[in-house]
């Protein structure tokens, strides 16, 4: 019954959010465009390969053809239905096998050697600028086929038009090494189309991988002008080793969350199904990986994306060192002599006069069950190079971040992250709760990306106020944002007395029902009957005093009702107080978990009854809702 239900949950969650609406980006002055061409360097499988001598006559080898995914089904009907019937039962092998059959099928095509190299001479359709710039594939492909991150695209015309739009494909089986190689041809053919000297460059998730190692290459030839990395995979995916390793461990809350952000709907249906958890899922996963690991196992991108701390477990575990040793010596090159280098020769690309951007999502576990901090596929730390606390924990108050970095706070408000290790430590912006993928669909980082790849503005994280280093997201699925009147995002000083609070919503209006804090003794009143319209802001007056310390760190929970689905909400945001001496160092690890005043009275007993249930959430929104108004009324 629980499956049932959990399933149902997310039918309905998926189907009413299946409209949604837009939100405009601030537009820039034209006169601060730079005028040379975007090269979009996209996510994993994004290419689009072919099978043949030629183009017009070879086959279409990747894409997946629905209709055929459809009869697939149909076809093995009888196998699946006695697959799930032994589901039940716990056994996933007969439905893995069934599905593995089918998914081998369907990758035959794309499947490599032991040693790495292709089983079949596959090529990519769209190799060279001439055919693959926006406005060519507009008119060849009016469906919108190979034409990458459309919605980015769209907005990106808007200052240069689709002409000066390119799109870079890749053979993404291949290692990081081949995908570079492949970027420094490619970027030649663009600046011959388009008589420019140099590119700008768009990057996502792999790509930025693609990007880091290609600027690692052959930074050196100054082809770039502005180069933006966001989400990037440049030190591997969680997400990889989960599934190599056959380690699957689904976070059910995680992923209907990240659904949230990527469908931007403002109903928050993750708290309910914390206790429906879909263990099944796992079950099939962990044994389905086994049976297609000769379609993808050799794949020599996905050893690349095992992060460096994991890989000589991973390889020795799957890989035979002598009939896959050359793919083994080109994923030890990448791992130790490529990616070593990475910090050091992007360090000179901007000294030679680059702009290299890195915009990282955190704050999320790996959707798989890894935990690590992370945009919920790759781990903060190899898409920044940034030292992370472990998931669900975070640096002690008082600590002190390990590179000194000229006198530069480089630790982020909730104390997580330390960016002083980083690749680039002032040219990498974190956004808290952003999930991979999501850049476009949240106001800030899609406004700093634009500005990062159209302009010279920014050259760093000190540029501009508007931009800072650290910054929660504002995912209409956020609902609301906190910040302190006058102070930098995610700081609290003792010359403010103004919490800020905006509704971060596109369509839902949003009321304030309480507000909690933890690690600061505020009084902060909310009027419930006053209405948050999208977009608007509302300045609220606390009592008490900041206390005179630095390097501590504190949260605000605000609660608050819409008229959606599920009516009530709560977002916590995590502050270092900056008011004072620092806090006796410390070098510890504690609990990163907000204490709301439901903590404060449940036992432990409870408290681990309720999280079994998944029902955690639920009584203390509704526990701290009513404890805040009899205090507030009462005086309690």
């Given at each position: 019954m629980k499956k049932i239900i959990a399933i149902l949950l997310s039918l309905a969650m998926i189907i009413s959010v299946c409209a949604f609406g837009t939100s405009a980006s601030g537009l820039l002055d034209k006169k601060d465009i730079t005028e040379y061409p975007v090269i979009i360097v996209p996510?994993?499988?994004?290419?689009?390969?072919?099978?043949?001598?030629?183009?017009?006559?070879?086959?279409?080898?990747?894409?997946?053809?629905?209709?055929?995914?459809?009869?697939?089904?149909?076809?093995?009907?009888?196998?699946?239905?006695?697959?799930?019937?032994?589901?039940?039962?716990?056994?996933?092998?007969?439905?893995?096998?069934?599905?593995?059959?089918?998914?081998?099928?369907?990758?035959?095509?794309?499947?490599?050697?032991?040693?790495?190299?292709?089983?079949?001479?596959?090529?990519?359709?769209?190799?060279?600028?001439?055919?693959s710039n926006n406005a060519v594939l507009m008119e060849r492909y009016p469906n919108g086929e190979h034409r990458q991150e459309q919605d980015i695209a769209e907005e990106i015309a808007k200052y240069i038009g689709h002409e000066n739009i390119y799109n870079f494909s890749c053979d993404f089986r291949m290692g990081s090494e081949f995908c570079a190689t492949q970027l420094d041809a490619y970027i030649q053919t663009v600046k011959k189309h388009s008589g420019k000297d140099k590119v700008n460059i768009f990057a996502v998730s792999h790509g930025g991988q693609t990007t880091a190692t290609y600027l690692t290459l052959f930074g050196y030839k100054?082809?770039?002008?502005?180069?933006?990395?966001?989400?990037?995979?440049?030190?591997?995916?969680?997400?990889?080793?989960?599934?190599?390793?056959?380690?699957?461990?689904?976070?059910?809350?995680?992923?209907?969350?990240?659904?949230?952000?990527?469908?931007?709907?403002?109903?928050?249906?993750?708290?309910?199904?914390?206790?429906?958890?879909?263990?099944?899922?796992?079950?099939?996963?962990?044994?389905?990986?086994?049976?297609?690991?000769?379609?993808?196992?050799?794949?020599?991108?996905?050893?690349?994306?095992?992060?460096l701390d994991k890989y000589e477990d991973t390889k020795k575990m799957l890989l035979d060192a002598e009939e896959s040793a050359p793919l083994i010596e080109k994923c030890d090159r990448f791992h130790y002599e490529i990616y070593p280098k990475v910090e050091e020769k992007l360090a000179e690309c901007i000294k030679n006069g680059m702009n290299i951007s890195i915009i990282a999502g955190t704050g999320n576990r790996i959707v798989t069950g890894l935990m690590e901090d992370s945009?919920?596929?790759?781990?903060?730390?190899?898409?920044?190079?940034?030292?992370?606390?472990?998931?669900?924990?975070?640096?002690?108050?008082?600590?002190?971040?390990?590179?000194?970095?000229?006198?530069?706070?480089?630790?982020?408000?909730?104390?997580?992250?330390?960016?002083?290790?980083?690749?680039?430590?002032?040219?990498?912006?974190?956004?808290?709760?952003?999930?991979?993928?999501?850049?476009?669909?949240?106001?800030?980082?899609?406004?700093?990306?634009?500005?990062?790849?159209?302009?010279?503005?920014?050259?760093?994280?000190?540029?501009?106020?508007?931009?800072?280093?650290?910054?929660?997201?504002?995912?209409?699925?956020?609902?609301?944002?906190?910040?302190?009147?006058?102070?930098?995002?995610?700081?609290?000083?003792?010359?403010?007395?103004?919490?800020?609070?905006?509704?971060?919503?596109?369509?839902?209006?949003?009321?304030?029902?309480?507000?909690?804090?933890d690690g600061i003794d505020l009084k902060i009143r909310v009027n419930p009957f006053d209405k948050l319209e999208p977009g608007e802001s509302v300045e609220l007056e606390f009592e008490g005093e900041i206390p005179e310390v630095s390097a501590k760190v504190a949260n605000i929970t605000v609660y608050y009702t819409m008229a959606t689905i599920t009516p009530v909400g709560y977002r916590t945001q995590y502050f270092t107080i900056n008011n004072g001496d620092a806090v006796e160092e410390s070098d510890a690890l504690v609990s990163a978990e907000a204490e709301t005043p439901f903590d404060s009275v449940i036992g432990d007993f409870s408290d681990n009854i309720l999280r079994t249930l998944g029902l955690k959430e639920l009584f203390a929104m509704y526990f701290n809702i009513i404890f805040y108004w009899v205090n507030t009324i009462f005086g309690i």
């Open positions: 996510g994993y499988t994004s290419s689009a390969l072919y099978l043949g001598d030629s183009p017009e006559t070879g086959e279409l080898v990747w894409g997946l053809d629905m209709d055929d995914v459809l009869n697939r089904v149909l076809n093995n009907i009888v196998e699946l239905g006695v697959g799930l019937g032994a589901l039940t039962v716990g056994n996933a092998e007969i439905i893995a096998k069934t599905v593995g059959r089918e998914i081998n099928g369907i990758f035959e095509k794309l499947r490599c050697n032991p040693d790495g190299t292709s089983v079949y001479p596959i090529k990519r359709l769209l190799d060279n600028g001439a055919d100054n082809d770039v002008d502005n180069a933006v990395l966001t989400v990037p995979a440049i030190g591997g995916a969680g997400i990889a080793y989960d599934a190599m390793t056959s380690q699957v461990d689904f976070d059910e809350e995680c992923l209907i969350r990240f659904i949230e952000h990527g469908t931007r709907t403002e109903e928050d249906y993750n708290w309910l199904v914390k206790a429906h958890q879909l263990g099944f899922i796992d079950d099939i996963l962990n044994a389905l990986i086994p049976e297609i690991f000769v379609s993808l196992g050799y794949w020599g991108s996905l050893w690349d994306f095992i992060p945009d919920g596929i790759i781990t903060t730390a190899s898409s920044t190079g940034a030292t992370t606390a472990p998931y669900g924990q975070r640096f002690a108050d008082g600590y002190v971040q390990i590179e000194k970095c000229g006198g530069k706070n480089k630790v982020s408000p909730d104390m997580k992250i330390d960016a002083s290790t980083g690749y680039l430590p002032d040219n990498t912006w974190y956004v808290n709760g952003l999930f991979h993928g999501m850049t476009f669909w949240d106001n800030y980082s899609r406004n700093l990306m634009m500005t990062l790849l159209f302009t010279d503005n920014i050259t760093d994280v000190y540029s501009d106020p508007a931009y800072p280093q650290f910054k929660d997201t504002t995912n209409p699925s956020s609902a609301v944002y906190a910040q302190f009147k006058g102070c930098k995002a995610g700081e609290v000083d003792g010359k403010t007395n103004t919490l800020v609070i905006t509704n971060c919503c596109w369509e839902n209006d949003v009321r304030l029902s309480a507000i909690s804090c």
